[in-house]
Structures are given as C-alpha cells and as structure tokens.
C-alpha cells in the first residue's frame, strides 16, 4: 500500500511530522510547506520504504502556485502521522488528505487565529511503511 499526502490549502504554513510507534524517540520531518497570497496548493507526497529518510520537503508558495508530485522516502515501521498550522495573521486555511481521508481547518472570518492553530493533538493517524512486494 502506498501512503499518500495530498494538501490543497496552505496559508500560512503546513508541517508534517511521522513519528516513529516502535522507537518513540524517532520522528521524520516530512515537509515544511509555506503559502498565502491567494497562490493554489496542489502537493502530493508519496511515502516510500528506504534505508533513511529524504531531506525535509521544504517549499515556498508565498509568491507561486504549488503543483507538485514528490516521493518521501523513509525507513520501515509503524508510524503516526502529526501536524501542525501556522498562521501568522489574516485569513488561515488549511487542507490535507491521508490516505483519501480529509483533514482541513478553513478560515472563520469571526474567529481570528494566529500562531500555531491547527493540529490533532494525538497519534492517531496510523500507518506503516513496509518494503514493496515482490511479483
């Protein structure tokens, strides 16, 4: 099974973060991703089995549209996937989906929200990374 990212809204900044469920003390930054200014977002991430993790994702959308398709290679476990928004004033909006399921928290015009908004606060979103099977 492939795990698949795919985020669609990002103002002001996305951060992405798997943690390791066998080895608590290991987590991998998957991406830091920046938008606002009314740019599109359209990043899919594909995690794929490797020996160690890629370099952070790091984009900048604050002048541009991102489009995008990456893979993010990480070693094999169990993991869960956290993350965080950032707003740092005027409108937020934030949208991800996981494997097919929505995540999003978008923008209240009665409810201004700055800082660190957005996030689960938990290990919930499970998932593992396990070497392709061989045909």
Known sequence: MTNTINITKCDN?????????????ETVEICN???GNNNSVNVT????????AS???KLDG?????????NFEMPQGNYSLIYTGV???GPYNFQFSFNDKTYELLNDPSKSLDGSIWNLGNLDLKFKIAQPATV
Request: aromatic content about 2%; proline content about 0%.
């Open 13 to 25: 900044q996305l951060i992405l973060i798997a943690v390791n469920n066998d080895n608590t003390n």
């Open 33 to 35: 991703i920046k938008s």
């Open 45 to 52: 991430i594909n995690l794929k089995d490797s020996s160690s």
């Open 55 to 57: 370099e952070t994702i």
């Open 62 to 70: 604050l002048q541009q549209n991102l489009d995008q398709t990456l």
């Open 87 to 89: 707003n740092w004033g």
